[in-house]
């Protein structure tokens, strides 16, 4: 019963500093996505994708960069965090049926100083 | 002009009661239209799909007027654990991206 698991749940970090954030999904989903969100806004798409080798922009995809190596997995990174990346950032999947929902993990609470 | 606007509420309600959410949209090419549940710090998830002729599953009924770009939701004799943001989900044809989160309507249900 995993879904969508990210890792890590909560990271600080300073400017300037990378990391990557790990999503993994055992649904077997084309698709996957990720979002962020910041308070009093919707999610916002960053980056998506819809298949193995595949990735696109999404709303906001500056300053982010990601790779889908293998189907369940979907790596954001980050190569020289801001604070204005400061937010709660999503993973999602869904299978490829325009009306299936996206299951989301429970979140990566990202604080840059 | 946002693509998917609600009322932020809060709207805190006595147990009990009935309570209604409006979501407007302003993309006409929308197709599948969904209502997601977030609890506090917690991720999205699906509340229920959105159809055409309006769906109920349960205390919770959503409606769809295609032709005013406007989706509801509708939840009858609330419980203390409905408490939580209700967010307005719309999807355009043919693209896997264009699913647009409104940014949520807060509900409160009190004892």
């Known amino acids: 019963n995993a879904g969508v698991t990210q890792t890590p749940k909560f990271r600080v970090l300073k400017t300037g500093q990378s990391m990557t954030l790990l999503c993994a999904q055992d649904?077997?989903?084309?698709?996957m996505y990720w979002y962020r969100q910041d308070p009093g806004m919707g999610l916002r798409l960053i980056h998506y994708s819809v298949g193995e080798g595949t990735t696109a922009k999404g709303e906001v995809p500056d300053g982010y960069n990601v790779s889908r190596l293998k189907k369940q997995n979907f790596l954001l990174g980050l190569e020289s965090a801001a604070p204005s990346q400061t937010s709660v950032y999503f993973c999602a999947s869904s299978y490829s049926d325009s009306n299936q929902p996206q299951h989301f993990g429970d979140g990566t609470r990202l604080s840059i100083l | 002009r946002k693509e998917v606007e609600q009322d932020p509420g809060p709207f805190n309600v006595p147990e009990g009661a009935t309570v209604a959410f409006n979501c407007t949209y302003s993309?006409?090419?929308?197709?599948?239209f969904f209502w997601y549940r977030q609890d506090c710090r917690k991720e999205p998830k699906l509340l229920m799909s959105?159809?055409?002729s309006g769906n109920e599953d349960g205390r919770f009924t959503a409606q769809l007027n295609r032709a005013s770009q406007y989706i509801s939701l509708l939840i009858r004799d609330s419980k203390l654990s409905d408490s939580a943001t209700y967010l307005c989900?719309?999807?355009?044809?043919?693209?896997?991206?264009?699913?647009?989160f409104g940014s949520g309507t807060q509900l409160t249900v009190l004892p």
């Open positions: 989900v719309v999807k355009a044809a043919g693209s896997a991206r264009q699913l647009t």
């Open positions: 959105v159809y055409s």
């Open positions: 993309n006409s090419a929308s197709q599948s």
């Open positions: 649904m077997n989903h084309e698709y």
